[in-house]
């Protein structure tokens, strides 16, 4: 007789594919289905997150708790509960994590794997934050953090026992056929009217304040007199929109600047660009950076989070410290102005990718983890 699959029922707050939905659908399409048996849960629209797993034969429930009232998710999640009886919830991102450990205190013989996917910082998330994760981690079976820095916060801020909690580095799919690049670059190069002397410096990241889409843009400025052939393209969309847009037309590179909006092709995009640049202020491990990397880009980054643990300085990649434009500026004109290195620089990225971040390396960590959940 067969041993009975172990069923993991995955709970995270959003379904908009973004950083860590990519993550979790790498998981779902590698998890060894000969020992576990997956599902998906999340608590707020649009589903796209859902429907991709579908694809993936992953059953999936929105609770839609933005949409519908309260009572009326919560009800939905007890019945899902009741009809999959999972062994381990693995929640990520805060609200998952507080709804994982409510359902554990309830129900006690299921294990819950919690984590964030960012860096606590008490700029970043504030004391409350570090205090309710104190009150009821006891809760968590284990806590994973995805950096060495992240643990190190976790450790010393939030103050969590160093026994529960786990490091899984981010791991992404690297299937993209070589072959087909300068077809890709040439395909998005068309669509957005980009001509081949244009330098693209892109960037893949919601637009919040703290990814700093302002600094690149005003890095462009600097450097429009220099580099007339610079463009910039933004691919994402949020509350930051309408600002960075005027935020373009002040500093006089608006004609300069395309917005790509949110786009489900996201890594198709990738390839139509010479440099990627990410110059946020907090970050965990950037699943944008590390699949601009894949693509075989040559990046631009700040100095934070686990991100120097994915970047190796000045053969991978340039990183600047937080905040700096002068640094960026310094950075952006480098690449800008020598072909060979932002070859040289993007194929030792796509090699680091390679060997220490894949998809299959992370889910082999994940599958451990639930195994001593069970076993703990």
């Known amino acids: 007789m067969e041993p009975r699959k172990i069923r993991v029922l995955m709970l995270t707050t959003d379904s908009e594919i973004c950083g860590t939905e990519r993550i979790i659908l790498s998981l779902l399409r590698h998890i060894d289905r000969s020992r576990f048996e997956p599902s998906l849960v999340t608590l707020f629209g649009p589903g796209d997150l859902i429907d991709a797993a579908k694809e993936w034969g992953v059953p999936g429930v929105n609770l ?25 919830i693995q929640s990520l991102l805060i609200h998952s994590n507080l709804l994982g450990r409510l359902t554990v205190l309830f129900r006690r013989k299921i294990k819950l794997l919690s984590g964030i996917s960012t860096v606590y910082t008490v700029e970043g998330y504030g004391r409350l934050y570090a205090w309710i994760e104190r009150l009821t981690h006891p809760l968590d079976t284990l806590y994973v953090v995805n950096s ?35 077809k890709l670059r040439c395909e998005v190069r068309r669509e957005f009217g980009l001509a081949e002397n244009h330098l693209v410096a892109g960037i893949v990241a919601q637009m919040r304040p703290a990814k700093r889409h302002d600094l690149l843009i005003q890095a462009a400025a600097r ?8 463009r910039l393209l933004f691919v994402g969309q949020g509350e930051m929109e309408s600002a ?17 909006g949110y786009r489900h092709d996201a890594r198709r995009i990738l390839y139509g660009m010479d440099i990627f640049a990410l110059p946020s202020d907090v970050e965990g491990e950037p699943v944008s950076l590390m699949e601009a990397m894949d693509a075989g880009l040559p990046v631009i980054t700040a100095r934070t989070g686990g991100i120097p643990e994915i970047v190796e300085e000045g053969k991978s990649g340039l ?23 932002r070859r040289r620089i993007g194929q030792a990225a796509k090699n680091r990718i390679r060997e220490a971040f894949s998809a299959e390396r992370m889910t082999a960590q994940f599958e451990d983890l639930y ?6």
Not at 64 to 87: I, M, N, T, V, Y
Not at 148 to 167: S, T
Not at 223 to 230: D, G, W
Not at 244 to 260: N, Q
């Open 64 to 88: 839609k708790l933005r949409e519908e009232s309260l009572w009326k998710g919560l009800a939905a999640w007890r019945r899902l509960l009741r009809e999959f009886q999972p062994d381990v």
């Open 148 to 182: 060495e820095l992240g643990l190190d916060k976790v450790l010393h801020l939030i103050r969590l026992p160093g026994k529960k909690i786990a490091l899984v580095h981010n791991g992404i799919e690297t299937t993209v056929d070589e072959g087909d690049s300068e």
């Open 223 to 230: 450097l429009k007199m220099r580099f007339p052939e610079l």
């Open 244 to 260: 960075l847009r005027d935020l373009a037309e002040k500093e006089g590179v608006a004609e300069e600047t395309i917005f790509a």
């Open 319 to 341: 990183i600047f410290t937080p905040k700096d434009l002068d640094g960026l500026e310094i950075a952006l004109a480098e690449l800008l102005n020598d072909g060979d290195r």
């Open 371 to 376: 195994q001593r959940c069970m076993q703990s």
